[in-house]
């Protein structure tokens, strides 16, 4: 068909949209599905009223989303009418999309981002004095079941995430298990961690610039 926005344009667009839900603050966080990165938006209106303006408390509450962000295979809206017990989107639609989403993503067998065979799991490792030498775990008693013993679990690597989108980027945090806080907007030039062994739950800075 025909291109009616610039690639660039609709990039950023995704990228804004899937900060909505995928980031720390975002506003539509409540849709997130694990495993998968959503693009999404909340909406809360007044209904309008026949005679003229609007009602003062009477609303629509409203998410639509579309996941997974970067390739995707379901798009769903969720439009509330006079939600009871709040108005918001984030509080009363985008749950529902979660719910919703989860069920279908898994009736049409769409893969979590990043599933692939023999991928190895998260180290778990007694937090006494961790060494790691060239990504591995060295000369350690590992006893994560101990009573009183206080466990870290490392991850098998925090990616590099130069020149990526902030879609992919996330999709990337996500697979490292890791929470991502981005700045600006574009393609990233940035980190705050370098790219490794990281810590499981571990929040790294991503710093982007335009396109």
């Given at each position: 068909?025909?291109?009616?926005?610039?690639?660039?344009?609709?990039?950023?667009?995704?990228?804004?949209?899937?900060?909505?839900?995928?980031?720390?603050?975002?506003?539509?966080?409540?849709?997130?599905?694990?495993?998968?990165?959503?693009?999404?938006?909340?909406?809360?209106?007044?209904?309008?009223?026949?005679?003229?303006?609007?009602?003062?408390?009477?609303?629509?509450?409203?998410?639509?989303?579309?996941?997974?962000?970067?390739?995707?295979?379901?798009?769903?809206?969720?439009?509330?009418?006079?939600?009871?017990?709040?108005?918001?989107?984030?509080?009363?639609?985008?749950?529902?999309?979660?719910?919703?989403?989860?069920?279908?993503?898994?009736?049409?067998?769409?893969p979590e981002e990043g599933t692939q065979a023999n991928v190895p799991k998260p180290i778990a490792i007694a937090a006494d004095d961790p060494e790691l030498v060239d990504g591995f775990i060295a000369d350690l008693d590992v006893q994560p079941d101990l009573p009183g013993r206080r466990v870290v679990e490392f991850t098998t690597g925090l990616p590099d995430f130069t020149g990526l989108t902030l879609a992919q980027a996330?999709?990337?945090?996500?697979?490292?298990?890791?929470?991502?806080?981005?700045?600006?907007?574009?393609?990233?030039?940035?980190?705050?961690?370098?790219?490794?062994?990281?810590?499981?739950?571990?929040?790294?800075?991503?710093?982007?610039?335009?396109?």
């Amino acid at each position: 068909g025909e291109r009616i926005v610039r690639k660039a344009t609709a990039d950023t667009v995704l990228e804004m949209l899937t900060a909505v839900v995928q980031t720390r603050d975002g506003t539509g966080k409540n849709a997130r599905i694990p495993g998968y990165t959503i693009a999404g938006k909340t909406s809360t209106a007044q209904k309008a009223n026949p005679k003229g303006g609007y009602f003062e408390d009477q609303y629509y509450a409203s998410f639509v989303g579309a996941v997974p962000a970067s390739d995707p295979r379901l798009v769903i809206l969720v439009s509330v009418d006079n939600p009871e017990g709040g108005h918001y989107g984030n509080d009363v639609a985008a749950p529902t999309f979660a719910r919703l989403g989860t069920r279908v993503l898994a009736y049409l067998g769409v893969p979590e981002e990043g599933t692939q065979a023999n991928v190895p799991k998260p180290i778990a490792i007694a937090a006494d004095d961790p060494e790691l030498v060239d990504g591995f775990i060295a000369d350690l008693d590992v006893q994560p079941d101990l009573p009183g013993r206080r466990v870290v679990e490392f991850t098998t690597g925090l990616p590099d995430f130069t020149g990526l989108t902030l879609a992919q980027a996330l999709s990337e945090a996500e697979k490292a298990h890791v929470e991502l806080r981005a700045t600006g907007s574009g393609l990233a030039v940035g980190q705050s961690l370098p790219p490794g062994p990281v810590q499981a739950g571990a929040e790294v800075t991503v710093h982007f610039q335009g396109l």
